[in-house]
């Protein structure tokens, strides 16, 4: 199983892949804080503070402007990100990411995926925030209990 | 099985209730237009131009600044929501939203789920952007394919 979630962002490509490498701006949007500038092959430490999180993930690839791919999850439920972007004539992205390595047969599947899905689109609605309004609390507004 | 969303708006819970039950504001942050003020017993006409969508709702109850409950749904696969307000000492407001009457035997339910969550966490955020910034354009960011 995997779960895709895909957004229209008025900004350019760069401006959205930058938003996820580049650790000071990830703090806007996603993640509260990120080791290091994302780069194929790195390991990068991730925390969001206001769930508590603290993870490490593995960049598999970084492709400026194109996409990005990594790692997260235990050994034996790893599982692989990846973010596509494709620009528009009018230099708006279409951003997929797309999760895959959900086990079919994990009992708490149903679970997994619809908490991971409420994660995706709660990211992706506050980068939209971010690069185009400039607003970067939206962030921590989810309630998970 | 329900789907349960939950966010923290750092506005009264007079203003989220507002935002859903005005035809005035709902534009701002879901659906393009709403026909009439939300009340109990009431039938509702609601478009969403960004996906084509045009749907009728029954509001079941409408209370103001505590819960709306309303039906929508083709009569074989009709569901309740339930939108209820808790009001923090902080005038911040706890807002969630319960969906209710997916049938268990849908050989769609996965897919069914994970489509209304991903919704109803991309209308409580924009729900927040323009209630705590302003931001009246998020909608319409989700791309549906």
Same mark, same amino acid.
């Given at each position: 199983m995997n779960l895709v979630t895909k957004f229209k962002i008025a900004t350019s490509v760069n401006e959205v892949y930058e938003a996820f490498v580049d650790p000071e701006k990830? =703090?806007? !949007?996603? !993640? +509260? +804080? +990120? +080791?290091?500038r994302w780069e194929s092959g790195k390991k990068i430490q991730l925390t969001y503070d206001e769930y508590n999180a603290r993870l490490e993930i593995t960049v598999v690839e970084a492709e400026p402007n194109k996409k990005i791919a990594f790692k997260w999850g235990a050994d034996d439920e790893e599982r692989t990100i990846t973010i596509t972007l494709h620009e528009l004539e009018n230099s708006e992205t279409i951003i997929e990411v797309n999760e895959e390595g959900f086990?079919?047969?994990?009992?708490?599947l149903m679970a997994k995926l619809l908490d991971n899905k409420e994660g995706w689109v709660f990211m992706l609605t506050c980068l939209k925030g971010y690069l185009e !309004? =400039?607003?970067?609390?939206?962030? =921590?507004g989810l309630v998970k209990d």
């Open positions: 990830i =703090g806007n !949007f996603w !993640f +509260s +804080s +990120s +080791s290091e086990a079919d047969n994990d009992p708490d !309004f =400039g607003v970067t609390k939206l962030r =921590g």
